[in-house]
């Protein structure tokens, strides 16, 4: 299961049977678990933990040094959930000190080539990133997010739950559940209903979703007004308050 040319630092730990392709380089504190499938000519540095039934293909940089110039060697580690694919020549970099020591990756995502996650990024399951799409450090991305390619995403910003970045977008800003960004600097473009469909969200949610949208983009209110007529709305509306609540922790301007 690992080829004799693969070089595997001796505090690894692996299943046993993991597969590693021809020159790939395992490094310290790497550990990897059952059903996981490591190309050829990939690197892995630690600390860096790995779950179960990850495709990883061909040249990609997994667990990396984060690109901080803050970075002076301190602990940071990454740590990456099951079934995740990880496509060519995508590069995923450790946590830093300052930056909470983490660089996290949940389940079942679909990370394309040439994909770049860096230093202290949170994200969640079920995501997908197609090609060239760019993370900045310590971004958080919800489940079922979708970026499109070469969309590139500026530190500390959130993109949340079942949103959707088109191609070429670059984000600034927050992006709340449910919605889609177009246009090359971040233009809201209603919600990703297609999306909410075709994961089982009843009519009656996309329309509650639809009218928090509204509120929020198109009547003309005040971020303050818009978030009060939420909070009203939210009563009633799990999807709503999901809205709010991202809207209530953000530290950045939202994209609006």
């Known amino acids: 299961m690992i080829h004799p040319s693969a070089q595997i630092d001796a505090t690894a730990k692996l299943a046993a049977d993991v597969s590693v392709g021809p020159f790939s380089v395992i490094g310290a504190e790497v550990e990897i678990a059952a059903g996981t499938t490591v190309g050829p000519h990939v690197v892995i540095q630690g600390p860096t933990r790995i779950g179960r039934d990850n495709r990883i293909f061909q040249f990609a940089s997994v667990g990396a040094d984060p690109q901080d110039k803050k970075f002076h060697g301190e602990r940071g580690e990454l740590v990456i959930g099951d079934a995740n694919t990880i496509r060519e020549f995508t590069t995923i970099n450790r946590g830093t000190g300052a930056g909470g020591g983490a660089t996290r990756i949940g389940d079942d995502n679909w990370i394309m080539a ?143």
């Open 114 to 256: 040439y994909a770049h996650i860096a230093h202290d990024c949170q994200v969640g399951d079920h995501t997908i990133f197609s090609n060239n799409a760019t993370l900045a450090g310590h971004v958080e991305i919800g489940d079922y997010a979708i970026l499109s390619g070469f969309a590139g995403v500026h530190q500390f910003c959130r993109v949340g739950e079942h949103a959707f970045i088109g191609m070429g977008c670059l984000i600034n800003g927050d992006v709340p559940p449910f919605v889609i960004v177009a246009n090359e600097y971040g233009r809201p473009r209603g919600i990703n209903a297609e999306g909410l469909k075709r994961r089982g969200f009843s009519p009656e949610r996309i329309a509650a979703i639809k009218r928090a949208y509204k509120t929020l983009y198109v009547s003309k209110q005040s971020l303050d007004e818009a978030r009060a007529e939420l909070a009203r709305m939210a009563a009633g509306e799990p999807d709503v308050k999901r809205m709010l609540d991202f809207i209530e922790r953000g530290q950045r301007a939202l994209m609006r």
